[in-house]
């Protein structure tokens, strides 16, 4: 069973650092696709990274320059680093694995396209 638990989540101040942590379990991490996603309330689902098994990355336009995603495959671990968090960066993230092994080119960052989710873990920036 795929289990994704997502940590790391607060409150900060706008300008201020948060590191999210998405441990994995149920599959083997090192071979798959892996993405980060938030949620506003009211707002609909939009990607915010992703990773492929090779390590390629690609970003939202929003976050580029100011959030980095990685993955630590001897923890079965994702990480994402957000920096000169804004207020429009509030939300509910969540991380997410295509099992299907579908590569990042095909996946990028369409939620519809991932099928296994985590709980997800609340970020607040206030400015």
């Known amino acids: 069973e795929v289990q994704l638990v997502e940590s790391g989540g607060g409150s900060v101040q706008a300008g201020g650092s948060l590191r999210l942590s998405c441990a994995a379990s149920?599959?083997?991490?090192?071979?798959?696709?892996m993405a980060w996603f938030r949620q506003a309330p009211g707002k609909e689902r939009e990607g915010v990274a992703a990773i492929d098994s090779d390590g390629s990355t690609t970003y939202a336009d929003s976050v580029e320059g100011r959030f980095t995603i990685s993955r630590d495959n001897a923890k079965n671990t994702l990480h994402l680093q957000m920096n000169s968090l804004k207020s429009d960066d509030t939300a509910m993230y969540y991380c997410?694995?295509?099992?299907?092994?579908?590569?990042?080119?095909?996946?990028?960052?369409?939620?519809?396209?991932?099928?296994?989710w985590g709980q997800g873990t609340q970020v607040t920036v206030s400015s």
């Open positions: 997410a694995v295509d099992i299907s092994g579908s590569a990042l080119w095909w996946l990028g960052l369409l939620a519809g396209r991932y099928n296994d």
């Open positions: 149920g599959f083997i991490f090192s071979l798959y696709c």
